[in-house]
């Protein structure tokens, strides 16, 4: 499988489903059928500091999250081991993306630049937060800040040439 920097984490494992090792996953994609599409994967410890290459047997849809049933994982004891692992696939086999859609790691290293040409930061961190996709960024002295990525806020993301050019709502970037 590809190492960490050519990965993109499709899924996180939550709990068992029944008692054949089936698992349920909460999607990290647009897709439920993403999983089907799969074979593949390689299974990332919370920690970053384990990987486990596994085969996708079936995956099929439940709700809001996909049931998975990985080749040699047949009890719901093996299951509990994987909780919170992340299902990854080499970044090669991610979907095409559109114009205006970027993948989360992507965002990563990017200085948020106003229209004064001030830069107001790195992107250290990208996250789904309770109101859409949230930037963590962290300021020339160390303090860190959450910018929504909202079009109202983000007004062009340019990844070659490491910025996004922002319109943030005053105090936005206060201590």
């Not at 995956?59 to 909780?83: C, N, S």
């Amino acid at each position: 499988m590809a190492d960490a920097s050519n990965r993109i984490a499709v899924g996180v494992i939550r709990k068992s489903h029944g008692v054949r090792g089936e698992v349920s996953v909460e999607p990290w994609t647009d897709s439920l059928d993403r999983f089907s599409e799969l074979t593949r994967v390689t299974l990332v410890s919370p920690e970053n500091d384990r990987t486990r290459d596994a085969i996708i047997e079936r995956a099929r849809a439940h709700g809001d999250r996909a049931l998975v049933t990985f080749a040699g994982i047949e009890t719901p004891e093996e299951v509990a081991l994987l909780r919170g692992w992340t299902i990854e696939i080499p970044e090669s086999q991610a979907r095409a993306l559109a114009p205006d859609e970027y993948f989360h790691h992507h965002l990563v290293g990017l200085h948020l630049i106003d229209s004064d040409g001030n830069d107001r930061g790195e992107v250290v961190e990208v996250y789904e937060g309770g109101g859409g996709v949230l930037l963590n960024v962290k300021r020339k002295d160390g303090k860190t800040y959450e910018v929504p990525f909202a079009v109202s806020i983000c007004r062009e993301v340019d990844v070659a040439g490491g910025k996004i050019v922002v319109d943030l709502p005053e105090g936005l970037d206060a201590d």
